[in-house]
């Protein structure tokens, strides 16, 4: 255990691409990623990207779509959704943060009202009592006012909404471009340097 490590959670929006990338640039960034991944997330990857993922038993290799070194996939711990004795389930379990990447509306509910139904809900419930970065990462559009006062509910409570929005003044020329936008937004909130993509006023 580190305080450099991360836990990030796949929920069952759309854009599971955005959650496996970003697991991918923590990897190469060095970091240990502890890993949660929600049944309906898994469905989703089935459907967006026709990969027939099943999270019981984990496959590495499976979820990882670049070749990843074998010293970066050992970094990579896997959670079951139900797994309320992993050590990420635990205030004195130390991390550098949460990501929830992409956060369905349910998950958004749940955590919202304080609802810790699954692992996900709980270590993020920890990272908002601890204090500690929780970077939701929102797909939906549009939104209900109930789904508005969620978020703002959340942020209040301490966490960054970091919707799945990316820009186009980069002019980018394939959805890996637009999926890496959001990816370095993550990483700026979690402070980890990346050179994914080019910067607003920088020309190189």
Request: charged letters at 20%; a negative charge.
């Amino acid at each position: 255990m580190s305080a450099a490590d991360l836990v990030v959670a796949i929920t069952g929006a759309s854009g599971v691409q955005y959650g496996r990338r970003l697991v991918e640039v923590l990897l190469q960034a060095g970091r240990t990623v502890h890993l949660v991944i929600s049944p309906a997330a898994c469905q989703v990857f089935q459907e967006e990207m026709n990969l027939a993922f099943n999270s019981d038993p984990f496959d590495v290799e499976q979820f990882l779509e670049k070749e990843i070194d074998i010293d970066a996939q050992s970094r990579l711990k896997f959670h079951h959704h139900q797994d309320f004795l992993a050590g990420i389930a635990s205030g004195s379990f130390r991390t550098a943060g949460m990501v929830i990447c992409p956060c369905s509306m349910g998950t958004l509910g749940s955590l919202a009202n304080g609802m810790s139904t699954n692992l996900i809900h709980r270590v993020a419930d920890v990272h908002l009592k601890e204090r500690r970065k929780l970077i939701i990462v929102p797909r939906e559009t549009p939104l209900s006012s109930i789904q508005l006062e969620n978020m703002k509910r959340l942020v209040d409570a301490g966490a960054v909404m970091l919707p799945a929005m990316p820009g186009f003044y980069l002019q980018p020329k394939s959805i890996d471009d637009l999926i890496d936008f959001i990816v370095t937004r993550i990483c700026d909130h979690l402070d980890i340097e990346v050179n994914l993509t080019k910067r607003w006023g920088n020309e190189s």
